[in-house]
């Protein structure tokens, strides 16, 4: 099958020739056709297989390829984080070369005048985060009045992240009339609880079996005591001589103490997390990419927005509350339909977080002793007999730099993307 069949013009199918796209991945195959239609549209599709062209493509030819007097923004796409708006944003302008479009990011953690520069230029699509997206509207920087079509690209993200209120803000400023699609890797009960009051009959689109794992993705679990972990993620990553690791940790306070080991292993290594600033998070992120450095430590506010083609390797070196965030860290690498190797590091007090993403996967992992980095039983033993553990609602908050009530630790609202 050729992009020409699914109803794209020419024009913009000579784009997706120009950048090597010959045949649409199932996800696109099926969602094209009604996005271009006008339906409403709930799809979910493993990580790596197309998402964002599934819905931009349609939309650019939809809205976007006849100049029209005014520069109103005619779609809007919300995104959890600075790093997937970003991408988002990068694809919609590869998509579009050439034709009369004008596509604008705005997030938090940066000046917003630049985003303000561009806005006043002339925006047909706007692509942003919750946060930075209703400063702009209670500001009155912008209008969305014209709004055609609203997308949420990983909606459970944001549910996740305690986006809920910021969208039904959202909801009620715009037009009563408007097309919505949902667009994720993984759908929850939350998820199907907000579609109900957002969209009008969607089509409900899944490729592949829902909350599953990409199949050209090899997963490995090593047992392994918490206090060994550094030393066996410079061990697999010096023996195997992997050039571009991505490994995830759940709290920022890990990212930066991993990265500082593994330099002192003598691997070059970037940490990403939420209290860098964005300059420094880009440079981080660019430097990773291009190879010039070897790891990037990073919490899940990267699991969602890092697109390298190539990523061979991920390590969670702690495995995630949220059993769904395993799926879209793992699916940084296989993408595109590359194959990949998804490493996982498990402590003896984290069995049941593998057990929860067994369930939600509906598979069994074989846990593997890595030789020389063998558990300790005595370790085991003293986990046992130590405190009860909290809940794991109170341990991703605790994560997040929450309590309970979704409030900060200092008592204020946490701050948003």
């Known amino acids: 099958m050729r992009f020409s069949t699914l109803g794209l013009q020419a024009n913009i199918v000579a784009i997706l020739d120009s950048l090597g796209y010959d045949t649409p991945t199932p996800i696109q195959q099926a969602a094209i056709p009604q996005v271009l ?18 819905f931009a493509l349609p939309l650019i030819q939809r809205y976007l390829t006849t100049e029209t007097s005014d520069k109103a923004i005619r779609v809007l796409v919300l995104t959890p984080t600075r790093e997937l708006a970003q991408q988002v944003h990068q694809s919609f302008v590869r998509y579009s070369q050439g034709l009369s479009l004008s596509a604008v990011v705005a997030y938090g953690g940066a000046s917003i005048n630049p985003q303000l520069d561009a806005l006043n230029k002339g925006c047909d699509v706007l692509v942003a985060t919750p946060g930075r997206l209703l400063e702009l509207v209670i500001k009155q920087y912008i209008d969305l009045n014209s709004l055609q079509t609203l997308v949420l ?15 039904n803000r959202i909801i009620k400023r715009l037009p009563e009339s408007h097309q919505t699609l949902f667009f994720s890797a993984t759908f929850n009960d939350e998820v199907f609880a907000l579609s109900k009051t957002m ?46 690791v991505l490994i995830f940790t759940r709290t920022k306070e890990a990212v930066d103490a991993l990265a500082k080991e593994l330099k002192k292993d003598g691997i070059s290594t970037a940490p990403v997390h939420g209290d860098k600033s964005q300059g420094a998070r880009d440079r981080g992120l660019e430097d990773f990419k291009s190879g010039q450095v070897r790891a990037l430590v990073a919490t899940d506010v990267a699991a969602r927005g890092l697109d390298i083609e190539q990523l061979k390797y991920v390590i969670n070196y702690e495995l995630p509350y949220n059993a769904e965030d395993y799926i879209h ?34 598979e069994h992992y074989l846990l593997q002793w890595q030789e020389g980095f063998e558990p300790n039983p005595e370790m085991q033993e003293a986990t046992n007999s130590a405190k009860r553990k909290p809940s794991k609602k109170n341990m991703r908050a605790k994560a997040l ?17």
């Open 199 to 244: 969209l009008n009959q969607p089509k409900l689109i899944e490729v592949a079996e829902r909350n599953t794992t990409a199949t050209q993705i090899e997963q490995r679990f090593y047992e392994v005591d918490n206090q060994r972990k550094a030393a066996l993620t410079a061990y697999l990553i010096g023996a195997n001589n992997w050039q571009q």
């Open 37 to 54: 239609a006008g339906h409403d549209v709930m799809a979910g599709a493993q990580t790596g297989t197309g998402k964002t062209a599934a």
């Open 153 to 167: 690209d990983e909606a459970d993200r944001m549910l996740d992240m305690g986006f809920i209120t910021d969208i």
């Open 401 to 417: 730099g929450m309590k309970g009530n979704n409030k900060a630790r200092t008592g204020r609202p946490r701050r948003r993307s």
């Open 329 to 362: 860290r793992i699916g940084r690498t296989g993408r595109a339909g590359n194959t990949g190797l998804a490493v996982s590091l498990v402590s003896h007090k984290e069995k049941y977080l593998l057990e929860g993403i067994e369930k939600l996967t509906s």
